[in-house]
C-alpha cells in the first residue's frame, strides 16, 4: 500500500519521522549523503509490499465528458505550434516550441502575458528547449538540451540563473518531473550513439548546484538499432519499446514509474526511496499494421519487437488518482478513442474510462490538452456512473 504521508515532501524535501522499522536505514541515507554525495538505489522490494489488482477495475468502466472552458490560440502569438506546457500555482501557461527558442505566458484566462527569452547561447537565452516545469515557489524551470544546461527563470523578479549539467557527454536530461526546495528531480537519457541495443533511463535528483545527489538507474527506454546503408555507413534507428514511463503526484512528493514490459507500477518519494508498488494483469498490445510492414524486415530486432509499451502516458489528477494512458485504443462513432486506467492513491485499480482526447495536466479539477491545430484547451469535467464490463 502507498503511504498516505510519504517520508519526503516536495515543499520541504526534508526527512520526516518514520516507523522505527526504518530508522536504521534512514540514519544510513543520511550519513551517505554527507560522506557519499552520489547514491545509486537498487529498488528495496523486499521492504514493500506489491499490491496485485485483479484485471477489472472496482468500478468498472466510466463514463467521462469534457466541455470546453478556455481555448488559448497559442499559434496566433507564438507563431509555431506549442509542443511543452505547464502551469504555476495561479495556473498561468506557460507555453514552448522545442527548436524555437522562446517561452510565451498566457494568463489563467487565456489571455496573452508576455514573452520570456529568445533563441541564443545567453543567461536569458535558450537553444533547444527540451522540458519546462514550474516549481513551487514560481519560478520556471527551463532544460536547454543543446548548451547542456538547466535555467531558472524567475518571472517576478525577471532574472535568469543558469545551472550547468553534471553529466557525461553521452547523456542528457530529458524531463523535469519535480521541483523541491533542495533540487529537482529530471529524467536522463542516453544519446543514440553505438550498436544495436537497449537503451536505459536514469531518475536523477541534482540540487540547485547541478550536483548529482541519488538515481534510480536501468530503466527500459527501449531499443537502439543499428542499420548499414553500405559504405561504411550507418543509420540509427529507435525503437519506442518497451519503455517506462514515468510521472509525478506533487502534492503527496511521489514519482510513478510504469513499466514498459509488465504493467507494473513502482512509486519513489523525492528522496528516491521505493514506498509503494502495485500491478494488474495486462496483455501488451501489438504495433499496427503499418508500423509492423515497416519495422519486421529490419535487422537485429529485438525479442517481443512487434509489441507496445504498457503506457504511452500518465499523470495525476487533483484527487491524486493516478491515470495510465494504455496502447489500447478503438472506434467508436467516427472517433479514435484511448483506453485511461485509473488508480487511487493507495494502489487501487479503480476504474477504466475511454477518451477521445488526451489530458496533458489536471489542476483545479480542471484538464488540459493540445489540439491539432496548436490550441490549448481547458477542459470542464463530468462524470458519469459506469458498467462493469
Request: glycine share 8%; with cysteine.
Amino acid at each position: 500500500m502507498l503511504p498516505k504521508n510519504p517520508v519526503i515532501h516536495h515543499k520541504t524535501a526534508q526527512l520526516k519521522e518514520s516507523d522505527g522499522g526504518f530508522a536504521v536505514i534512514l540514519v544510513f541515507v543520511l550519513l551517505t549523503n554527507i560522506l557519499f554525495p552520489l547514491r545509486q538505489l537498487i529498488a528495496q522490494d523486499e521492504l514493500v509490499e506489491e499490491v496485485i489488482n485483479p484485471s477489472l477495475p472496482r468500478q468498472g468502466t466510466l463514463q467521462v465528458d469534457f466541455s470546453p472552458d478556455v481555448i488559448v490560440d497559442a499559434v496566433q502569438f507564438m507563431r509555431c505550434v506549442p509542443t511543452l506546457i505547464c502551469l504555476d500555482r495561479q495556473g498561468r501557461i506557460y507555453a514552448a516550441n522545442e527548436s524555437k527558442g522562446r517561452i510565451t505566458l498566457f494568463r489563467p484566462d487565456g489571455y496573452f502575458q508576455t514573452f520570456l527569452g529568445s533563441r541564443g547561447s545567453g543567461e536569458d537565452e535558450y537553444r533547444f528547449i527540451k522540458s519546462i516545469s514550474c516549481s513551487g515557489n514560481g519560478d520556471l524551470l527551463v532544460l536547454d538540451s543543446n548548451a547542456s544546461r538547466t535555467l531558472i527563470v524567475s518571472v517576478r523578479e525577471q532574472d535568469t540563473r543558469s545551472i550547468p549539467w553534471d553529466l557525461p557527454i553521452q547523456k542528457y536530461q530529458d524531463r523535469i518531473l519535480a521541483a523541491t526546495d533542495s533540487g529537482y528531480v529530471a529524467l536522463v537519457r542516453e544519446s543514440n550513439m553505438g550498436e544495436s541495443r537497449p537503451l536505459y533511463c536514469s531518475l536523477v535528483f541534482f540540487d540547485w548546484q547541478g550536483k548529482r545527489r541519488w538515481v534510480v538507474p536501468n530503466l527500459s527506454d527501449g531499443y537502439l538499432l543499428n542499420l548499414p546503408q553500405g559504405g561504411g555507413r550507418s543509420r540509427l534507428l529507435r525503437l519506442n519499446r518497451p519503455k517506462t514511463m514515468i510521472c509525478s503526484d506533487l502534492e503527496r512528493g511521489l514519482l510513478y514509474l510504469i513499466g514498459g514490459e509488465r504493467y507494473h507500477i513502482k512509486a519513489y518519494d523525492f528522496g528516491g526511496r521505493l514506498v509503494g508498488s502495485f500491478s494488474r494483469p495486462y496483455e501488451r498490445v501489438r504495433i499496427g499494421e503499418a508500423e509492423m510492414q515497416e519495422v519486421e524486415s529490419l535487422p537485429n530486432l529485438p525479442e517481443d519487437w512487434d509489441l507496445r509499451s504498457v503506457a504511452d502516458y500518465a499523470l495525476v489528477d487533483d484527487a491524486n488518482r493516478l491515470w495510465v494512458r494504455t496502447a489500447e485504443t478503438k472506434k467508436e462513432g467516427g472517433k479514435s478513442l484511448t483506453a485511461y486506467d485509473i488508480f487511487s492513491p493507495d494502489g487501487t485499480y479503480q476504474a477504466r474510462v475511454w477518451l477521445t482526447l488526451h489530458p496533458l495536466l489536471f489542476f483545479k479539477d480542471m484538464v488540459y490538452s493540445l489540439d491539432s491545430e496548436g490550441r490549448i484547451i481547458r477542459w470542464r469535467i463530468t462524470w458519469q456512473a459506469g458498467k462493469r464490463k
